[in-house]
């Protein structure tokens, strides 16, 4: 199959982040993009690094729960602290399978990730059976054991005119019990101007930005046991394991996660 070229014109939600996380794999026209909603937001940043800690903590508590494989959709770039390097570091047997719908994140992830336990496929995460019966994620993954699946910093970038409660579903159905899921999603509820402005940005270059009430996020959840504390503000999962994640004012971070297994 003829693999789609890397769009160096046009900005990249995978690159962008890779910038915010101090990553070298970004262009000038992802640094502009990100650099002006740094401007207009300078706490974005910031909520990366955030999203990154979260999921190490997250990870932490599915790999205690004996899950060591994962499917990271929506994975971005393999950056310093992502989910092969902190499943490698929790249990060196773990696997993870990477997905993302820029062809950038194959390019890179497959001269920077370790082949015999990880793997990267180019695939849209809202065609699960795709992403799930892909030759990669089948030669992997043991679907017969649990499996981690990572929704972290992906959903933002999700469409309302998708339905993510049943595409979330699928994914769930098709994985056995004792798996479990990670989520985040920006808050509907970051509503100042400077938020606001900085989702128009985002849509001036083409990247539809969605995010969602604690209510749409725990829907999409349906069908999962939430793990304590809930959904809630990023910086409230579990802060008592990290307490530098402590933030003064929580609700600036305006992101919901939670983490949910599968009865």
């Known amino acids: 199959m003829e693999r789609p070229e890397i769009d160096l014109r046009s900005a990249s939600v995978a690159r962008i982040f890779d910038y915010y996380l101090g990553g070298a794999h970004n262009f000038a026209v992802d640094r502009v993009l990100a650099d002006a909603a740094a401007k207009l937001m300078p706490e974005l940043p910031r909520m990366m690094h955030l999203h990154r800690r979260f999921l190490a903590r997250a990870m932490g508590h599915v790999v205690e729960q004996g899950v060591t494989q994962f499917i990271d959709l929506g994975s971005g770039l393999p950056t310093p602290g992502g989910s092969a390097e902190v499943a490698r570091r929790l249990d060196p047997s773990s696997r993870v399978v990477h997905v993302d719908i820029d062809p950038a994140v194959e390019a890179h992830g497959k001269r920077l990730l370790d082949a015999a336990d990880s793997a990267v496929v180019v695939g849209d995460m809202c065609d699960p059976d795709a992403i799930l019966d892909h030759p990669e994620t089948r030669r992997l993954l043991d679907f017969s054991r649990p499996v981690g699946l990572l929704l972290v910093g992906v959903l933002d970038f999700v469409g309302y005119d998708v339905d993510l ?4 579903a699928r994914y769930r159905d098709r994985v056995v019990s004792g798996s479990h899921i990670v989520l985040t999603n920006f808050s509907v509820d970051g509503g100042d101007e400077e938020y606001q402005r900085t989702e128009q940005l985002y849509r ?12 749409e996020v725990t829907e999409l959840l349906a069908g999962f046991e939430l793990a304590e504390p809930g959904v809630v503000d990023v910086s409230l999962w579990r802060p008592e394991a990290v307490v530098e994640d402590l933030d003064e004012h929580p609700e600036r971070s305006a992101v919901h996660v939670a983490v949910g297994r599968k009865p």
Do not use: E, L, N, W
Not at 165 to 168: D, Q, R, S, V, Y
Not at 204 to 215: E, L, N, V
């Open 204 to 215: 001036d270059h083409t990247i539809d930005f969605h995010p969602r009430s604690a209510a």
């Open 165 to 168: 409660p049943a595409i979330i």
